[in-house]
C-alpha cells in the first residue's frame, strides 16, 4: 500500500500489463490477437479494461476473463489483476485513441428512452380504449339478484334470533322467576353475613369482659 502511494510500483505494473497485454493474448487465447485492445488499468482495484472490435470476441473476452487475468498475473510481475471488464465494441480495430474514447463514453446514459415492459404504443392505448368504448354493459340475470337478495334475507334473520337486542327480550315467566329466586338467595346471604358479623363482636367483646 505504501509503495502504491508514493507511485513507485503501481503505474509501473499498469504500464506493463497495456504494453504487454498482447502477449497476455497470445499466451491464453490466441484467436483474440488483434481483435482486442487493453484501454486502462486501475491499479487500486485491479480492473483491466479492454475493447474488442466485435461483440463476438467480446463474448470470448467474457468466457476467458478468468484465464486472461491469470496469464496477465503470470507474465507481469507484480500486475495484481483481479478482474477483466469487458467494454463495448469500438467501430473498427480498436485502438488506444478510439478505446480510451469508447471508454468515457461508455457510462453516459442513452440518448432516447428505453423501452420496458411496461411502454405501450399509443396506437394500443387507442385500440384498447375503442374496444372497451364498444363492448355491451353487463346486464345481471334477475334470477341471480333475487335469489341473492333472499339468501342475504334469510342470514340477516338467523343472525337477529341467535343475537337478539338485550331491549328486545321480552321478560317470560321463567325469567321473571329466576329474577326472584336470585333476590331472595342474595337477600339471605346478606343477612347471614351480618348475624355472622354480629356473633364475632359479641364473642370480641365477652372475651375483653373476661380479660379485665
Keep these: 500500500m505504501m509503495m502504491t502511494e508514493r507511485g513507485m510500483v503501481a503505474p509501473v505494473a499498469g504500464g506493463s500489463v497495456l504494453a504487454q497485454f498482447d502477449d497476455v493474448l497470445a499466451a491464453a487465447a490466441p484467436e483474440l490477437v488483434g481483435h482486442v485492445q487493453a484501454v486502462k488499468f486501475d491499479a487500486d482495484t485491479g480492473r483491466l479494461g479492454v475493447v474488442p472490435d466485435a461483440s463476438a470476441y467480446g463474448t470470448k473476452l467474457r468466457w476467458c476473463a478468468r484465464k486472461l487475468v491469470t496469464a496477465a498475473n503470470a507474465k507481469v510481475q507484480g500486475a495484481n489483476v483481479r478482474t ?21 463514453r461508455q457510462p453516459a446514459a442513452p440518448a432516447g428512452p428505453v423501452r420496458t415492459r411496461e ?18 354493459p353487463r346486464l345481471a340475470d334477475p334470477a341471480i339478484v333475487q335469489a341473492v337478495e333472499r339468501q342475504n334475507r334469510a342470514l340477516r334473520e338467523l343472525s337477529r334470533q341467535a343475537f337478539p337486542k338485550p331491549d328486545a327480550v321480552e321478560d317470560t315467566p321463567a325469567r321473571l322467576q329466576r329474577r326472584r329466586q336470585a333476590a331472595a338467595t342474595e337477600a339471605a346471604a346478606l343477612r347471614r353475613a351480618r348475624a355472622e358479623k354480629a356473633g364475632r363482636q359479641v364473642a370480641a367483646s365477652q372475651r375483653l369482659e373476661q380479660t379485665a
Aim: a neutral charge.
Design 84 to 104: 477483466l471488464h469487458v467494454l463495448a465494441p469500438a467501430a473498427g480495430k480498436a485502438g488506444p485513441a478510439t478505446a480510451a474514447a469508447a471508454l468515457d
Design 119 to 136: 411502454t405501450v404504443s399509443d396506437g394500443y392505448c387507442r385500440a384498447l380504449a375503442a374496444h372497451r368504448e364498444a363492448m355491451p
